[in-house]
């Protein structure tokens, strides 16, 4: 077609005529150049190319014509097939899509080559055991794997049942316990020992009351007398398992000065603050780990104040590093929210000081006067929770304030007390108890 209008011309049936013009070419700087703005396809279906004309500004295009220094002008068709190196637009791709500027196959994943019928896997492209179905070009991947390698993990966190983890790299559940399986959902124990029934359905075993543990193997030790007994000689802390607390409960146990007992109080020269409100003695506060600590009221109520198993209390101070004073009251336990006292008795340790004369009366604190003096704050006043039957009835309060130097100023012999400890044990003849 002459002129500038338009460059290519349809004639009759199978015949385009297209023509090379000139224009700017803007990514050139503006350098005029020969021009056909017919994509690749397009231009290898022309059958002549004949001069155009001449445009001086580029006009707007949605693609990249073609530019050259070197036209082509001709009415043989193989002349143009060359030029434009056509070869590539009459391909039929078998596993990808035409692409027509420039003319080839865009293959899909997996495929390769010129017409996309060639497999880009090889057998060891399959990873973690899956196999390569060269028909289809794919990995078949084994259970747990997904992905076009067989490297992706199919399994998520939620795919593991029982308390499972999911392990990422071998794409597997960690399972705990006595689960086992791809999922942990099947059970791990054929059998309990020592006498233990088994529930197939919790995949539990229930224990007889001396025993513990996933199978019913493990000796349970109800307190420091029970490891005392199997042999432990440390004094260190234990973990112990009692009707209320079937899951353990850790506690100092003295296996030297009294073996067996369970340390409830620990004071070592003031360095643990012992003013302190109810919540924290409930709870209990310091470290068994270090020098000072209260077990926790809430505790000591737990293991004490089962009516079949008695308990006896032991209280041991200290003067200096010479002089160390400590006896034993029967009968002890705690009862009742406020953590009412029961026990055989008082001591006198000299001085007017007695100990544990509060029998029958609850726990006080600073914050929760349960007191017998209606008028006074004992606890407030002694500067640490006790059992007080009223502040002037000599009671000896081993939680008071510790004086700048490291004493505890208490009326008992003898005097410049620096430690001090509190101690529970069975009573020679007492059992322990367990329901499951």
Request: charged share 25%.
């Amino acid at each position: 077609m002459e002129g500038n209008a338009s460059w290519l011309e349809f004639a009759p049936v199978t015949s385009f005529r297209c023509s090379f013009g000139m224009e700017p070419n803007p990514k050139e700087n503006g350098i005029m150049r020969w021009v056909l703005p017919l994509n690749h396809r397009l231009r290898c279906q022309c059958t002549s190319i004949y001069r155009g004309g001449l445009n001086t500004e580029t006009p707007e295009r949605d693609f990249d014509p073609f530019y050259t220094d070197r036209p082509l002008f001709t009415d043989l068709d193989f002349e143009i097939f060359n030029y434009f190196d056509c070869e590539n637009c009459s391909l039929t791709c078998e596993h990808g899509r035409f692409i027509d500027d420039p003319c080839h196959c865009s293959c899909a994943q997996n495929w390769t080559g010129k017409t996309c019928n060639d497999c880009a896997l090889t057998s060891g492209s399959c990873v973690n055991g899956g196999a390569l179905n060269k028909t289809t070009c794919m990995c078949t991947c084994m259970e747990n794997w997904a992905g076009n390698r067989c490297d992706e993990c199919a399994m998520t966190t939620d795919s593991c049942a029982n308390g499972g983890t999911l392990n990422e790299t071998s794409c597997q559940c960690t399972c705990v316990e006595k689960w086992m399986g791809k999922t942990c959902e099947e059970c791990a124990l054929t059998e309990c020992k020592n006498g233990g029934t088994f529930d197939a359905t919790t995949c539990m075993c229930t224990c007889p009351k001396q025993w513990m543990g996933i199978i019913c193997a493990e000796t349970r030790h109800y307190d420091c007398q029970d490891y005392y007994n199997a042999g432990e000689r440390g004094n260190r802390v234990y973990t112990i398992y009692t009707s209320k607390y079937p899951l353990g409960l850790q506690v100092r146990c003295d296996m030297t000065n009294w073996p067996g007992s369970i340390i409830i109080q620990r004071r070592v020269s003031g360095d643990l603050r012992f003013t302190r409100g109810w919540d924290e003695y409930k709870d209990g506060f310091g470290n068994l780990d270090n020098v000072s600590f209260w077990l926790g009221n809430e505790k000591v109520r737990q293991l004490t104040d089962d009516q079949d198993t008695k308990w006896e209390i032991q209280v041991t101070v200290r003067a200096s590093s010479t002089t160390q004073w400590s006896d034993i009251i029967g009968n002890f336990r705690l009862s009742g929210e406020n953590y009412t006292l029961h026990v055989d008795g008082s001591v006198d340790c000299g001085n007017g000081g007695v100990f544990f004369s509060a029998n029958g009366k609850p726990f006080s604190t600073y914050d929760r006067d349960n007191d017998g003096d209606s008028e006074r704050n004992c606890a407030e006043e002694s500067k640490g929770g006790w059992w007080f039957d009223g502040c002037d009835d000599g009671e000896i309060n081993l939680n008071a304030e510790f004086t700048d130097d490291g004493i505890l100023n208490i009326p008992c012999f003898p005097n410049q007390i620096d430690r001090t400890w509190l101690k529970i044990k069975r009573m020679s003849g007492g059992t322990q108890t367990f329901t499951p």
